[in-house]
């Protein structure tokens, strides 16, 4: 049986390896949520996601922070 694994090129880089977190758009509008990989680089990973979502929202203008905020259920990020 083949390995999972996951391939992404990022520019003109290749990086690959069998345990991965992607989180991926799918066609319908939803997001996919791909992983192969153990309960700390899982953590370590939503920490990383949580601190750039910070960092980004608050480069938001309100309005833009409100709408986001609106479609996630509120602020779970302060």
């Known amino acids: 049986m083949a390995k999972d ?3 992404v ?3 003109g880089i290749r990086h690959g390896g069998e345990e991965f977190i992607a989180v991926l758009p799918q066609p319908n509008g ?3 949520f791909f992983y ?3 309960a700390l680089s899982m953590g370590m990973a939503m920490q990383m996601c949580a ?6 929202i ?3 203008e ?3 922070q409100s709408e986001i905020y609106s479609i996630l259920g ?3 990020y302060e």
């Open 30 to 32: 939803d997001m996919g």
């Open 9 to 11: 090129i990022m520019d």
């Open 5 to 7: 694994k996951c391939i």
């Open 74 to 76: 509120g602020p779970a």
């Open 36 to 38: 192969n990989t153990d």
């Open 51 to 56: 601190r750039s979502f910070a960092k980004m």
């Open 58 to 60: 608050n480069q938001l």
């Open 62 to 64: 309100e309005e833009d």
